[in-house]
């Protein structure tokens, strides 16, 4: 008898208004009347966009064609972007060279896969020849005239090719010199400290554009006449210096962070400045900037589509140069979508590798 009456109840199910679909719906759309009239108002604008806009993009589209004369006026006109695809990837880059760019984009995605996922062994040394090797080698793939490869002048660069080397170049600099400026701004000796805040003020007040100007015009003057400095190599130093300075406020956002105590413990350990710095502060730091850092790098990827004012044609200004052929007139709203898409592309892929690189790397608190 006794047993019977402390025998446990089997658990229920929770009411079905509680979880599920209807749950999800009450508690993220429907959560009141304020919540529901602005849910049924944003339905109704996506009733009324949505299909005209799927129709345009795709139903009605054109594909293929070989000039605006093949393209039905009721949809898009993708036969703009296919047509000239590959000069929107590799620029004026030569079309028997083309495997050269090719396998550039192949190890560049085979460096992001191999980071990216948790379970891949020698990450250590894969991003130390990411940031090291990588850039060299590209380098030499791309501009050739060693080891048998054809010369390939930089202003025959262009499109994504260009973008991405831009990008990536200006990424791996900018980092490290940011960080020594971080230093060098909290550095207890007067003329370091003076040299670093007099660089990161100066070059954060000045427009990119205007960097960029100064880059292609006025560094070659300080060269001797016999240097010739090429154009691109102008503009990645520019892009450096000039993200070096925001990236140096962005670390030294993270290292102000850091309570005294982390200072004080590898000063009671023993440790010199830059052995403490390099094994307990700037790793807490830089976990804690990792968002700022990402911001800063999507900043640049998109500041790249500048370089167009000193006559480099990366992806948007190779995509402006196409939409003044007489053959593709009145297509420029498909060339700028194209573009935005592929800048988007990128720019979520790193917002959502610095999301994931936040998780793995929290630690609490």
Not at 248 to 274: H, M, N, T
């Amino acid at each position: 008898m006794i047993e019977q009456e402390l025998k446990m109840i089997p658990a229920r199910e929770p009411p079905k208004m509680a979880v599920g679909v209807i749950a999800w719906l009450r508690g993220n759309l429907f959560t009141g009347p304020l919540g529901t009239a602005a849910t049924l108002l944003i339905i109704y604008g996506l009733i009324l966009t949505v299909p005209p806009l799927v129709q345009w993009l795709f139903l009605d589209a054109t594909w293929f064609g070989a000039s605006s004369q093949a393209c039905n006026r009721e949809g898009a006109c993708w036969a703009f972007i296919t047509a000239r695809l590959d000069q929107f990837i590799y620029g004026f880059y030569p079309s028997e060279e083309y495997w050269r760019p090719n396998l550039f984009f192949a190890q560049l995605a085979v460096l992001v896969g191999w980071l990216s996922i948790k379970s891949t062994p020698w990450k250590k040394w894969v991003l130390g020849y990411s940031l090291v090797i990588m850039p060299v080698v590209s380098w030499f793939l791309l501009y050739g005239d060693i080891f048998g490869l054809a010369k390939v002048d930089t202003h025959q660069w262009g499109g994504l090719m260009l973008t991405l080397l831009l990008a990536l170049c200006g990424m791996i600099a900018s980092l490290p010199f940011g960080v020594l400026l971080a230093l060098g701004r909290r550095s207890d000796m007067p003329v370091i400290r003076s040299l670093c805040t007099a660089y990161i003020e100066l070059w954060r007040g000045v427009p990119l554009i205007t960097v960029l100007f100064m880059a292609s015009v006025m560094l070659p003057l300080f060269m001797p006449v016999e240097v010739s400095f090429d154009k691109l190599l102008r503009a990645m130093i520019g892009i450096i210096m000039f993200q070096s300075a925001y990236m140096a406020e962005v670390v030294r956002g993270g290292l102000q962070a850091i309570p005294k105590g982390q200072f004080e413990a590898f000063d009671s350990l023993g440790l010199s400045y830059w052995q403490g710095m390099i094994m307990i502060v700037l790793p807490q730091a830089m976990r804690l900037v990792i968002p700022g850092v990402v911001n800063t790098f999507i900043a640049l990827f998109k500041d790249t589509s500048l370089v167009l004012v000193i006559g480099l044609f990366d992806l948007l200004a190779i995509i402006q140069a196409g939409l003044n052929d007489p053959k593709w007139l009145g297509n420029s709203i498909e060339g700028y979508l194209f573009a935005g898409f592929v800048f988007w592309i990128f720019c979520f892929g790193m917002s959502k590798y610095s999301q994931r690189l936040e998780q793995q790397l929290h630690q609490g608190h």
